[in-house]
């Protein structure tokens, strides 16, 4: 048999094939405090744009649907959703009600946007209203950093009005221009990843998981895992609640055929054969556990790595190797595999070229590895997971300073970030 490592890096090398990318529309996801409009808005544009006949889907309600627009340079399309657990996006809508202000949840959904790195353009909602001020949210928004671009600033706001379905076109064209469109890749020959968006249980057709599918194309049959929840995929159900045999890139999809009910956020990955999705599944369902008994077996971190040694908690350091060049990954890994001593080895469990992406955050979450970059960073989606599940990444330029920063490690004698 196989071990867990070798099929680690089946999946990762599978995942890693360039050379196919196309590109994919842009996932926009609308934030904002409560009952500044994130509803209304949302199936006030769903409703001008999905066509009549279609009508019956909306009832549906997925909570994610995607967008068609035919203007000058043809046909575009964009997904957008209602946040949620996972974050996921291209391009934050900000809903703020003219009539309220910048809240609480406002300043969050900013938080968000800036932690995630993602551009942020703000819909001034409820402008019909007789106690609308949108130039005191213009001026909130200023006291924030996000000077409205009228006012000579970079931030796109536009004055709408969800209720009487006021510049919702204008809204729409903003979201285009910001998204870059064009810009955005992903490869549908590769096997489906993405994020889980809401799970349910249904009467009759079990648990339902609506998930956006990021990357790859997701087929009917496919085995996947979906946070620590196995399945294989027995139906596809559109946001118009159509059966599909498959969805591509960037698509919000009902997934029927899983075995539990994952949690928003977590990740869904197809993977070859079921046999290696229950392994992992058993090995997320083990960390779950340590991690509801307390502090024990949480996350290893470089930090905490002499204490998990003391404890008796490991005997070895996972790793994950990201380099700018194979050559560099390869001479790195030999090095790191020459670390260790007889109270803790160094473990590789994979290493490669490219950018850290959220594959590696995968792996590196189910084997409770650290990851080390080398000329290279996380790329955006990867960095917000990183954060999320707690993994350690540690970016060098210089190989002495790897093997250094490893080896101080497992003698107990690094400092703590802060
Ligand atoms: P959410 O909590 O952000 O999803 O807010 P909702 O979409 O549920 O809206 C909260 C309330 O504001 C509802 O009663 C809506 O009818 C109302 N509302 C939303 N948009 C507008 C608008 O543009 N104008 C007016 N007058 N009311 C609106």
Known sequence: MRSFEEEILEVESSAAQEGDQVTRAPVVTVMGHVDHGKTTLLDAIRHSRVAEREAGGITQHIGAYSVEINNSPGHEAFTLMRARGARVTDIVVLVVAADDGVMPQTREAIDHAK???????????????????????????????????????????????????????????????????????????????????????????????????????????????????????????????????????????????????????????????????????????????????????????????QQQIDEGETKELPIIVKADVQGSAEVLADALGKLGDERVKVRLISSGAGAINEGDIVFAAASNAVIIGFNVRPDRNAAAMAEREEIDIRLHRIIYDVTDEIKKAMAGLLEPTV
């Open 115 to 305: 932690a995630a790195n993602v551009p942020l353009i703000v819909a001034i909602n409820k402008i019909d209203k007789a106690n609308a001020n949108p130039e005191r949210v213009k001026t909130e928004l200023s006291e924030l950093g996000l000077t409205p671009e009228d006012w000579g600033g970079h931030t796109v706001t536009v004055e709408v009005s969800a209720k009487k379905q006021t510049n919702l076109e204008l809204l729409l064209e903003m979201i285009l221009l910001v998204t870059e469109l064009g810009e955005l890749k992903a490869n549908p020959k590769r096997g489906a990843f993405g994020s889980v968006l809401e799970a349910k249980i249904d009467r009759g057709r079990g648990p339902i998981a609506t998930i956006l599918v990021k990357d790859g194309t997701l087929r009917i049959g496919d085995n996947f895992i979906a946070g620590s929840i196995v399945g294989k995929v027995r139906a596809l159900i559109d946001d118009r609640g159509n059966k599909q045999e498959e969805a591509g890139p960037s698509s919000p999809i009902e997934v029927l055929g899983l075995t539990g009910l994952p949690q928003p956020g977590d990740t869904f990955q197809v993977v070859a054969d079921a046999s290696k999705a229950r392994q992992i599944s058993m090995l997320r369902q083990n960390q779950a556990k340590q991690k509801s008994l307390g502090e024990k077996g949480g996350r290893l971190t470089l930090e905490s790595l």
